[in-house]
């Protein structure tokens, strides 16, 4: 897994699970921290996430709520799109285009 970028728009790769939980948490949670407005977390090229990245996802999700700012998800692959959607998630994520 990895993460580059800023405090207001993140590129998140490679597979989002328990191995790489605790670094992505600590990574998006200082982005949200650091700035202000919205915080994009740009998907494309994530290969796979599994119930513990997604749970990392909520989390950011919820700090950033915490914070004043909105975690939007951008380019989401299809296949988590489909689990957002049958987990209902997708109806409290922000999920652009």
Same mark, same amino acid.
């Given at each position: ?8 728009? =993140?590129? $998140? ?5 328990? &191995?790489?939980?605790?670094?992505? *948490?600590?990574?998006?949670? +200082?982005? !949200? ?20 990245? =997604?749970? $990392? ?5 919820? &700090?950033?709520?915490?914070?004043? *700012?909105?975690?939007?998800? +951008?380019? !989401? ?21």
């Amino acid at each position: 897994m990895h993460i580059r970028g800023d405090h207001a728009e =993140l590129v $998140v790769g490679g597979r989002l699970d328990v &191995r790489s939980a605790a670094d992505a *948490r600590l990574a998006l949670h +200082r982005a !949200v921290d650091a700035g202000d407005g919205d915080l994009v977390l740009d998907l494309k090229d994530l290969d796979s996430w599994d119930a513990t990245g =997604l749970g $990392v996802i909520m989390g950011t999700h919820r &700090r950033a709520g915490r914070c004043g *700012r909105r975690l939007v998800l +951008r380019d !989401v692959p299809p296949r988590m799109q489909r689990v957002l959607v049958a987990t209902r998630l997708h109806r409290i994520l922000t999920i652009a285009p």
